[in-house]
C-alpha cells in the first residue's frame, strides 16, 4: 500500500534511523563478543576461551565421540571413564602437572568430565524413568480429583499427562549455545530504542507543520490517519524483531556451533518440566514469534502516547517512564500472588520472556479452570490492546 | 541575550518544570531506597549509634581499655532478653570497626555508614544524565526545527549566540549536577549523618587498602567535581549531536545510549575508567577505588584473582585531562557547527569523523478458625511436622516435600498433589476442621508462604505470601546486593508454628511472634524474647510464654 510506503518513509525509511540501526547492530555484536569472551564457552568451570589448548581439545573429541543418539557403548563409556576418574581423586592423586592426562591435571579431567558430559548423559537417561514418575501421579490425581469434583484439579493434571508423555530424550549436543540464545535479551533494548527514535516525533512534528489538520480533515486522511501509523509501527517493530532474532542466531551459531536443533527443548536441564514439546530450534522460533507480538503491542502504547503528549521532550520522558515502569512489572513473572499475576498480566513486556516462562508449568485458575499463564497472558494483553484503541478512538471522535 | 535564551529553554520549553520533577524524584528515590546498612545494625541502630557517641574520636589507652571492659561485660552477661540481645549484636558490630581501626584502619572511630553510601558504589543517577541530556539538546534543536537558525546566525550575533548556548548549556549542567548531589548529601546529612570529613578515607573499610591518603571530605569533593565534569561532557556531546543529526529524538535516545551502554558492557570492570568517556566520570568513586580480589580455582589451586583493579594515579589524570579535552573539544565544534563559519573545513572534518569514532568507544488450614475453638500448639521447633486430627494424623515425607495424612485404617493419602516438584521446603503443618495448611520456606529468602488444602474438595490455594522479588535487572543495569551474613542466617532460620485464623496468620521466627494479615499483606512483630514453650489460641488471644517463663497474652481486639 502506497499511504504505508509514505508513512514508513516519514520516519523511518530515512538515512539517520539507518544509521541508528546501523551503529545498534553493530553494537549488539560487539555486545555478543564481549560476553563470549568473558563468560561464554563452557559454563561453570570453565570459560572456553580461557581454556587451555590440552582441555579444549579434550571437550572437542568427546563431543565429536559422544554427540548424537546415545547407545549403550556411549553410555557404557562415560560411565567407565566416571568411575575410573571418581575413584582417582577419591584416593591420593596428584595435583601436579601429568602430560598423560587429557587436561594436564586429574581433577581437570575428572571435573571436565563429569559437569559437561556425566552429569548430562546421566539427566538424560535418567529422565524418562523420572517423567513416567510423574505421570504416573497425574494419572492418579485424576481419578482421586474426579471423585472430589475438582475440575480445576482434573484440567490440570490432564494437561499434565497430554504434555509430559512420550518424553524420551536421547540425543546429546551440547547445549551452552541454545542456553545462551535462549535467554539473550539485550537485543530487546535497541529495539525498544529504535522506536522510541521512530514513534517519538510521528504527531508532534505533523502538528508542528501544521499537516495534521489537512490529514484530519481530508476525506481519505480521516479514517487513515492514526490507523495507519499503527499499522508502520507495528511493521517496523515486527521488522526488527526478526532482524535483530536472525543476527543473534547467526552470531551465537558462529560463536558456539549451534549443534543438535532437532534436540528436544526438555533435553536442556533448565527446562526439565516445561510444558512444551517441540525442539530448540521450534522454541526459538516461538521465542521469536511471542517477541514479535510483545514488541507489537509495546509499538501501539508507545505511538497512543506520542498521540497524547504532544511535547516531544515530555512524551520522550513518559515512554522512558512507561518502559521503566512496565519492565519492572514483568519482573515479577515468578510471583505468586494475585497482585504479582496482574502486574505481570498487564505488562506487555511479559510476552519478552517466554524464555522464563516456559521453564516450569505456571497455571492460571479462570473462573474455575485450568489455563497456562502464557495463553492466558496472550488473552489479557489483546484485550487491553483492544480497550485502549477504542478508548484512543472514541477520544479522538470526541476531539473531532 | 543570556536572559532570552534561558527564557527560550527553561520557560517556554519548559525545562524549568522537568528540573522541579527530576529533583523530586530524585528526593523520593534516595529516601526510598535509604542509605547502606546491615540487617543487625538496623534492628539495633539505638544501641549502634550509642556506642559511637561514647567512643568516637581518636583511638586513645584510655578508649581500649574503655571498650575491652565494655566487651567483658557484655559477655558475662547471661540475660535471654531481646534487648539484651540486640546490644550485644550491635556492639558486636561496633568491635568489629574498632577492631579495624586499630589494627589497620585510620585509628579513628565513626560510623562511617553514611559514608559508604556516597563513596562505595559507583552508581549513575540516571535522573541527573536524562535531565542533562534534555538541556543539552533543548538548547540548540528548536532553531534547527523551525529552520530560525539561518536567521538567528547572522553574520552579526551568531558568535555571541552561539557561545551563549553553550555557556548556558555547561552552566545548567554544573547547576543541575549540584543540585543533585547536594540533594542526596542532604538526606545523608539529615539521616545517618556526614561527621568528621577531616577522618582519613581508610577509616572505611572498603577502603583498608586505598593508595589515596585524602581525607573523607576530599574524596567527597573529588567524586563532587568529577561528576559535574561528568554532566559537563554529557551536556557537550548531546549539543554536539544535535547540531549534526538535528533530530532531537535520535539525539536524546543516542546520548542517553552513551552513557548506559558502557555501564552494561564493562559493569564492575576498572576498564570502564579508564577510558575517557561520560559513564566513569558519572560513576566517579571508581576512580579511587582499591584492588578488589575475589578467589577462584585455577590449575587446580585455590588462586587470589582481581576483579577490580585500582586505577594509578597518572591513568587517572590522562583520563580527566582528555575528558576535559574532549568537553573542549566538543564546544569548540559545536560553535563552528552552529555559528556556521565557512573557513572551518577542519572543523567539519572533525565533527564527521570524531562522533563516529567517539561512538566506535563504545565497546550491562482457608477455612478460618472459629474464635471459639481453641488451638494449642507446641512451641519447639519440628512440632508442626506431623497433627493429628479426629484420628488421622497428618505428616510432612521431608524426602518427597510432600504432605500425607494417614486414617485409623492406615489409609494414606497425599494431601498435597503437586507434580512438578515444589522450590521450596514444606517446614510445618496446621490442621483443623476443614482445612490443611501447609507453610513453605525458602533458604534464598525471610519470606513464608502459607497455602491451604481443603480436605473435602482437595482444593490446593495460596492463602498468604510475602511476596517474591523481582527478577527484573533492566539489562544489566539493575545489580543484586548480595546478602549479609545476618540476612542470610535469619533466611536459613525455620519457623517454629504457625497458626491460620479468621483474618490473621501467626508464627514464631528464632524468638519472636509475627502476625501477618491475610487481606493487605503487612506483617508486624507482635512479641518478641518468646520462649519454645506451648501456645494457645482461644477467642481472638494467642497465649506464649516469654523468655522468662511468664505467661504473657496478645489481644487482637485490643489493637
Known amino acids: 500500500m502506497k499511504i504505508l510506503y509514505f508513512e514508513l518513509r516519514k520516519e523511518f525509511i530515512r538515512k539517520s534511523f539507518f544509521f541508528m540501526m546501523i551503529i545498534l547492530v553493530i553494537i549488539n555484536f560487539f555486545w555478543l563478543e564481549w560476553d563470549y569472551h568473558t563468560n561464554g564457552g563452557f559454563t561453570e568451570d570453565y570459560v572456553k576461551v580461557n581454556a587451555s589448548e590440552k582441555e579444549n581439545k579434550y571437550y572437542e573429541e568427546l563431543h565429536q565421540y559422544l554427540d548424537g543418539k546415545l547407545n549403550a557403548e556411549k553410555v557404557s563409556y562415560v560411565s567407565e571413564e566416571y568411575q575410573r576418574y571418581h575413584n582417582l581423586v577419591s584416593g591420593d592423586y596428584s595435583t601436579e602437572y601429568d602430560s598423560s592426562m587429557h587436561t594436564g591435571y586429574a581433577f581437570g579431567d575428572y571435573s571436565l568430565l563429569t559437569v559437561h558430559f556425566y552429569n548430562p548423559i546421566k539427566y538424560l537417561i535418567t529422565y524418562k524413568e523420572l517423567n513416567d514418575g510423574l505421570l504416573e501421579k497425574a494419572e492418579e490425581n485424576i481419578r482421586f480429583f474426579s471423585d472430589k469434583n475438582n475440575k480445576y484439579e482434573v484440567e490440570k493434571n490432564s494437561f499434565i499427562l497430554e504434555h509430559y508423555k512420550n518424553r524420551n530424550p536421547l540425543y546429546f549436543y551440547e547445549t551452552g549455545g541454545w542456553k545462551h540464545l535462549l535467554s539473550y535479551d539485550k537485543s530487546d533494548l535497541f529495539i525498544l530504542v529504535l522506536l522510541i527514535v521512530g514513534i517519538i516525533p510521528t504527531f508532534s512534528k505533523e502538528k508542528k507543520n501544521a499537516m495534521e489538520i489537512i490529514q484530519i480533515t481530508s476525506a481519505y486522511g480521516r479514517k487513515l490517519y492514526i490507523p495507519i501509523k499503527l499499522i508502520a509501527h507495528i511493521f517496523v517493530a515486527v521488522w526488527l524483531e526478526l532482524l535483530f532474532g536472525i543476527i543473534n542466531y547467526v552470531v551465537i551459531h558462529m560463536q558456539y556451533g549451534l549443534s543438535g536443533t532437532k534436540m528436544m527443548l526438555y533435553s536442556i536441564n533448565e527446562y526439565r518440566y516445561t510444558p512444551l514439546n517441540i525442539s530448540v530450534i521450534e522454541f526459538y522460533l516461538l521465542e521469536v514469534l511471542s517477541k514479535c507480538i510483545g514488541f507489537a503491542i509495546i509499538a501501539v502504547i508507545l505511538t497512543m502516547i506520542a498521540r497524547l503528549i504532544k511535547n516531544t521532550y515530555a512524551a520522550f520522558i513518559a515512554m522512558i517512564g512507561y518502559t521503566s515502569v512496565f519492565l519492572y512489572f514483568s519482573g515479577f513473572n515468578s510471583g505468586i500472588t494475585f497482585v504479582e499475576n496482574v502486574l505481570t498480566l498487564i505488562s506487555p513486556f511479559s510476552l519478552l520472556k517466554l524464555g522464563e516462562l516456559a521453564t516450569s508449568l505456571k497455571e492460571i485458575k479462570f473462573c474455575g479452570h485450568f489455563m497456562t499463564f502464557h495463553s492466558f497472558l496472550y488473552g489479557v494483553q489483546a484485550t487491553l490492546i483492544v480497550i485502549l484503541l477504542c478508548t484512543m478512538l472514541v477520544i479522538e471522535k470526541r476531539g473531532k | ?559
Open chain 2, 1 to 559: 541575550m543570556i536572559r532570552s535564551e534561558l527564557y527560550k529553554v527553561f520557560i517556554k520549553q519548559h525545562l524549568i518544570l522537568f528540573l522541579f520533577v527530576f529533583l523530586f524524584l530524585n528526593a523520593a528515590y534516595h529516601i526510598v531506597t535509604g542509605y547502606d546498612t546491615t540487617t543487625v545494625i538496623r534492628n539495633s541502630e539505638s544501641y549502634y549509634t550509642s556506642f559511637f557517641d561514647k567512643y568516637e574520636g581518636k583511638i586513645t589507652t584510655e578508649k581500649t581499655t574503655q571498650i575491652k571492659e565494655e566487651y567483658k561485660k557484655l559477655e558475662k552477661d547471661t540475660v535471654n532478653m531481646l534487648s539484651n540481645k540486640l546490644e550485644k549484636q550491635a556492639f558486636e558490630s561496633f568491635y568489629h570497626v574498632y577492631l579495624y581501626e586499630s589494627d589497620s584502619g585510620s585509628g579513628y572511630l565513626t560510623d562511617t555508614r553514611g559514608w559508604e553510601s556516597i563513596l562505595c558504589h559507583d552508581n549513575i543517577n540516571y535522573l541527573l544524565a536524562v535531565f542533562v541530556v534534555l538541556l543539552g539538546v533543548m538548547l540548540f534543536s528548536v532553531e534547527y526545527e523551525n529552520e530560525m537558525n539561518i536567521m538567528i546566525v547572522s553574520t552579526c550575533g551568531r558568535n555571541r549566540l552561539t557561545g551563549c548556548k553553550i555557556f548556558i548549556g555547561i552552566a545548567g549542567a554544573i547547576i543541575s549536577a549540584s543540585l543533585f548531589q547536594i540533594v542526596h548529601i542532604m538526606y545523608l546529612v539529615s539521616t545517618i549523618g556526614l561527621h568528621h570529613a577531616d577522618y582519613p578515607l581508610n577509616t572505611i573499610e572498603f577502603y583498608e587498602n586505598s593508595r589515596y591518603g585524602i581525607s573523607l571530605g576530599t574524596a567527597l569533593l573529588f567524586k563532587f567535581i568529577v561528576t559535574i565534569l561528568g554532566c559537563m561532557l554529557l551536556v557537550s556531546f548531546a549539543m554536539l549531536m544535535t547540531v549534526l543529526l538535528k533530530r532531537r529524538e535520535i539525539c536524546m535516545v543516542l546520548a542517553v545510549l552513551l552513557v548506559i551502554l558502557p555501564r552494561m558492557i564493562f559493569s564492575n570492570s576498572s576498564i570502564l575508567y579508564r577510558i575517557p568517556w561520560i559513564t566513569p566520570l558519572l560513576s566517579a568513586n571508581g576512580f579511587f577505588w582499591p584492588d578488589r580480589y575475589t578467589h577462584q580455582i585455577i590449575d587446580n589451586q585455590l588462586k587470589k584473582v582481581i576483579v577490580f583493579q585500582a586505577i594509578e594515579t597518572k591513568t587517572m589524570l590522562i583520563v580527566l585531562s582528555m575528558d576535559i579535552f574532549l568537553i573542549v573539544l566538543s564546544s569548540y565544534i559545536v560553535f563552528g557547527k552552529f555559528s556556521n563559519h565557512r573557513k572551518s573545513k577542519y572543523i567539519k572534518m572533525t565533527s564527521k569523523i570524531l562522533p563516529c569514532l567517539l561512538i566506535c568507544f563504545c565497546l550491562t488450614g482457608c477455612g478460618e478458625i472459629s474464635e471459639d475453638k481453641e488451638v494449642i500448639i507446641d512451641g519447639t521447633l519440628n512440632a508442626q511436622i506431623n497433627m493429628t486430627i479426629g484420628g488421622n494424623m497428618y505428616y510432612i515425607d521431608q524426602n518427597e516435600n510432600l504432605v500425607y495424612c494417614e486414617d485409623a485404617k492406615n489409609n494414606i493419602i497425599a494431601i498435597t498433589r503437586n507434580i512438578i516438584p515444589l522450590q521450596q521446603r514444606i517446614t510445618n503443618i496446621f490442621v483443623d476442621a476443614h482445612y490443611c495448611y501447609y507453610l513453605l520456606e525458602d533458604d534464598n529468602s525471610s519470606n513464608i508462604i502459607v497455602r491451604s488444602v481443603d480436605l473435602e474438595s482437595f482444593e490446593d490455594k495460596l492463602v498468604y505470601s510475602a511476596g517474591s522479588d523481582n527478577t527484573e535487572d533492566f539489562y544489566g543495569l539493575r545489580k543484586d546486593e548480595s546478602n549479609d551474613a545476618d540476612e542470610i542466617l535469619k533466611n536459613i532460620a525455620t519457623v517454629n508454628w504457625f497458626i491460620v485464623t479468621d483474618k490473621v496468620i501467626y508464627y514464631q521466627k528464632n524468638s519472636a511472634i509475627y502476625k501477618c494479615s491475610k487481606i493487605s499483606g503487612k506483617q508486624e512483630i507482635i512479641a518478641e524474647a518468646v520462649s519454645d514453650d506451648e501456645v494457645q489460641y482461644l477467642k481472638g488471644v494467642l497465649h506464649y510464654t516469654d523468655a522468662h517463663g511468664k505467661k504473657t497474652s496478645y489481644n487482637e481486639s485490643a489493637k
